[in-house]
């Protein structure tokens, strides 16, 4: 008997995204044809033309999310969709080709599998930028993923619904940054928590550019050692604040 593959549900959440949000969308429904089985948006009380933009893509859902943070878009994303695996994105971010697959793939293999995620390339940066990036990732990175046992990117993250269950969701205590970082730990009670250098989600690189390159490395840094040892983040600003 043929094994029926699970669903997908991508959570796309959103604010201010108007110049972002169609190239996201267009990227994601031509990718994940076949395999993403719906698609959501949540606009976080955008004052731009973000949902309006989202509404006019067929075959993708927009729902408000009024109480602003990352974290609380990514929950009510979670909670109206349905797929057995919740595959997050952000509104700046290119589904590259073949990576829906990717995620059927790694489940169906290993059904311990409770969070898997991966590294940005950025589509819109310098050869140095991602040259910079990627060393940050194999020389920092992936020994603090080895050390710890988990670690996340929530703009290319993908989580089994019923550990998110279990966990009772996100933390929407957590402003911005160490969220991600939190979810994994968190998942890894329920099973593993991978990440990949070869799960890569295709990303702007707008934030490095306004506040550069070696700051915002080292505000990842921080946070995630600062999840990994207090169990909080260290930084206070909110996700508005990088658009």
């Not at 402003?175 to 991600?180: A, L, S």
């Not at 099973?191 to 506040?211: A, Y």
Request: hydrophobic fraction near 40%; include cysteine.
């Amino acid at each position: 008997m043929k094994r029926i593959a699970p669903t997908i549900s991508l959570i796309i959440p959103a604010y201010n995204e108007e110049l972002y949000i169609a190239s996201c969308l267009e990227y994601a429904l031509k990718n994940g044809k076949g395999a993403v089985s719906e698609i959501i948006v949540v606009d976080n009380n955008s004052k731009d033309a973000t949902a309006d933009i989202a509404k006019s893509f067929e075959n993708v859902r927009v729902i408000h999310e009024k109480e602003p943070g990352v974290t609380k878009a990514r929950q009510s994303g979670y909670l109206a969709s349905k797929g057995e695996l919740v595959a997050f994105m952000d509104a700046d971010c290119r589904m590259p080709e073949g990576w829906a697959e990717k995620i059927l793939k790694e489940f169906e293999y290993d059904p311990k599998l409770a969070c898997l995620s991966g590294p940005y390339v950025f589509y819109d940066a310098s050869v140095w930028q991602n040259f910079l990036s990627s060393l940050y990732w194999r020389c920092l990175g992936m020994p603090g993923y080895f050390l710890t046992g988990y670690m996340a990117l929530g703009g290319n993250m993908v989580l089994r619904r019923n550990v998110l269950e279990k966990m009772g969701g996100f933390n929407t205590s957590i402003i911005f940054y160490g969220d991600d970082t939190d979810t994994a730990r968190r998942a890894k009670a329920f099973g593993k928590s991978i990440f990949k250098l070869g799960f890569v989600m295709n990303s702007s690189c707008r934030r490095l550019k306004k506040q550069g390159v070696a700051s915002t490395l080292f505000s990842y840094i921080i946070n995630f050692l600062s999840q990994a040892f207090f169990r909080r983040s260290a930084g206070k600003k909110g996700y508005t604040e990088f658009r």
